[in-house]
Each structure stands twice: as C-alpha cells, then as structure tokens.
C-alpha cells in the first residue's frame, strides 16, 4: 500500500530503528511502526523498516567526531570511542559537557539516519511505479541563532575580553611555530595590534544565551584620507566553540555592519594566514591580495 514519507513517519522510523530490543515494521495502513512480533508480513500492508544495529550507530559516531572541527570535544570523544566500554553512555557523557557540540550532533545523526530512510522510502517508490523523492533531507547543523549572540561591545568588561583574546591569539601563534619563527610571527602580528589600537577601532563579540564569551572580531581603519576602508586586525574564538561556525557567522555580521556603516574595502593585511582561516575568509567572500612565504634556510 503507497504512503507518503512525512517528517512525523520518519520520526517515527528512526526512533524504531534505534530501539535495538526489538524489530519493527512500517503499518502503511495506520501509518505508524509496529514490532514485527505482532504482524503477519504475507499482507502488502507492512514494510520492514531499515536495518540499524549498534555498528551502524558506532560508525555514526566515528565519522562525527572525523568531521568535528571543535579540537576539545574531538579529542575527548576521540579518547571515548577507543575506551572499550560503555562507548554509547560515555559519548553521551561528553557532549552534555559541549551543549552547542551535543545539537550539531543530533542534526547530524537526523540527518544521516534520514538518508537511509529516503534511500529505503525510494526502493519502495520504485516498486509502486513512482518517481523517487528528488531531494535528500538538508543538513540542519545551523544553532548560531539559537545558541550565541553577536553584538558591539558595550563596556569595560567587552573590552577586557577583546584585550584577552588578542593576548590569546599571540600566544598560539607563538606555539604554533617552532623557536625563532614563531617569536617573529607573535611579534609582527602585536605590532599590528599596537598600531591598530591607535586608530579608530570597530569590534564585535560573540557570547552564549547564558553570556560566556565565545569570540569577537576587530576591524581598524588606517588613513582619515581612505575613510571607506579598514584592516580586518583580529579575529578569535575560544577553544571550547571553535569548529561551531562561530568565527564565520562573526565575520559575516561584522561585514554587515560595516557596510552598514558605509565601508567598501575590509583587508586582510597579515604576513601568514592559516589554512583553514584563508577558506573561512574566501567563503565570506574575501579574494586573495598578494601573498606571503617563508623559507627554512
């Protein structure tokens, strides 16, 4: 019997297939999963829902934590994943100590599990003479709006922050490189800073709904006679929401309002910008302006 693949169905799926004491199908007739126990398969009626085992969970959670950017939640649901014992318990464990970590991996387990689905809903699809279902569920990984606040600052307490990310940052990149290359790095880049504090500064900070500080971002402008463009001097998170999307979603507003404000240019005018920075900044709609190298002689 054909039946329509809603999001109440699918709910209604995934929550079966995670129940490993038992086997369910798909009522096509009530719309609605029951234990196979209590069913006659010889009927059209009933579907056998898809397989999902604890290896398929497990899995899950192996190419979660690959593609989790966040280096604190990684390594220590990395280190639980290879434990042994109680893994499941264990990983829950850990991402109720990462609230913002724990949603993305709920939208991400949905969002995988709605595949099977689809792929299964398809087959079916097929075997009714029907057109599959054109598109899969989207990834829903989005809990910027949700979780964190992007603001200007507004006191001393916001600029004590901005002062101990810039202080953050230098230190990283200090350790980032070895010995002497890292010293020179950290220095150019708090010359930077120094020059930028002198002229006139716009800021903007990231914080959780309960008010931790998460990140911010600094832009300065540099000559009164270029009154539309300014230096993009810092941008920071903090470890524990990093890999959240936050230090993009801070450079996307900051670009905002600066437009509001009637800036044409932002630049980028660091010796050596990471990898992953250089990606952030292109997807923000940034274009490369020259570049910079070194060489270990």
């Known amino acids: 019997m054909k039946f329509d693949l809603t999001d109440e169905i699918r709910n209604q799926i995934i929550f079966s297939m995670e129940d490993q004491g038992k086997s369910y199908v798909f009522d096509s007739e009530e719309l609605k999963t029951v234990p196979l126990s209590e069913v006659e398969l ?9 397989a999902w085992d604890s290896m398929d969970g497990f899995h899950l959670m192996e190419r979660f934590v690959v593609l989790l950017r966040n280096p604190l939640a990684r390594e220590s649901l990395r280190s639980v994943l290879f434990s042994g014992r109680g893994v499941f318990r264990n990983f829950k464990k850990v991402l109720r100590e990462y609230p913002e970590v724990e949603r993305l991996w709920y939208a991400f387990k949905e969002n995988r599990m709605n595949r099977v689905i689809v792929e299964w809903y398809n087959v079916l699809c097929e075997s009714w003479g029907l057109e599959a279902l054109g598109n899969e569920p989207e990834e829903n990984t989005d809990i910027l709006r949700d979780d964190f606040i992007f603001r ?10 901005v002062f101990m990310s810039a202080d953050s940052l230098l230190r990283e990149v200090e350790q980032s490189y070895e010995g002497e290359v890292g010293l020179v790095v950290a220095e150019f880049l708090q010359r930077q800073r120094d020059y930028s504090e002198d002229c006139n500064e716009y800021n903007l900070i990231a914080e959780t709904v309960d008010g931790d500080f998460a990140g911010c971002i600094s832009v300065s402008s540099v000559l009164e006679s270029a009154p539309h463009a300014v230096v993009l001097s810092m941008i920071f998170v903090t470890p524990r929401y990093r890999g959240l999307g936050v230090g993009r979603e801070l450079t996307l507003q900051c670009l905002e309002k600066l437009k509001e404000k009637g800036i044409h240019w932002v630049m980028v005018a660091n010796l050596i910008v990471s990898g992953y920075a250089a990606t952030m900044l292109r997807n923000c709609g940034f274009e490369p302006m020259g570049t910079g190298f070194i060489a270990k002689i």
Do not use: A, G, V
């Open 42 to 50: 010889d009927s059209d009626r009933y579907y056998k829902i898809p």
């Open 152 to 161: 200007e600052i507004e006191d001393e307490h916001d600029f004590e922050n």
